[in-house]
């Protein structure tokens, strides 16, 4: 009876021994990994990131507009907000030829047969129109400067104020049923424009 007592606390000083040095060899793993990001990609990173994050929650908010956000801010405004922030990998994806043809086939639907185009659609649709018959100076010039950044930032500004104006004001913005997601999303398009700024200017 000892010696099973004897071989269980060795065998759980031995499982805490090993599940310890595991979790430091993770510590150390993550620590390595965060300097190597940090020498790498520096600002970019942190920059191409939250590229990523505006594009999604300004897709979101179009998302919610469509559903059950129903409000007479102008959220159309999204849409040159996404063209102006959307990563490089998926703008010039939808830029290309797959843009094309679902540009063609919106354009058809929309003509032809518009009892049965959705109204769901068409955001995303004008939104991939916009991306492929856009000029090079609004798809490669401005996108890529500060007059990008300056609109977005505009855009966020705006509909930030028209969010808060629609709620009654800013503590009301968080209370409203829907309105903790909708105002976070707003504060999220308003974070890629003014941290890229910094970084290009500062």
Known sequence: MVRSDFWTLKT?????????ADISELKLAVERLFDHVTKIGGLGFGTSFLAWVASFAAIYLLILDRTNW???????????YVFFSLPSSIFYFLRGQFGMWVAVITVVLRLFLPRHFPDWLEMPGSMVLLMVVAPNL??????????????CLLIGCYLLQEHIRA??????SFVQSHGISNTIGILLLLVYPMWTLIVRFV
């Open 12 to 20: 759980e000083e031995v499982t805490a021994e090993l599940i310890n």
């Open 70 to 80: 129903r409000s007479n801010i102008l959220t159309t405004l999204l849409v040159p």
């Open 167 to 172: 709620s009654g004001g800013f503590r009301n």
């Open 138 to 151: 609004f798809a490669h010039t401005f996108r890529n400067s500060w007059v990008g950044l300056a609109i």
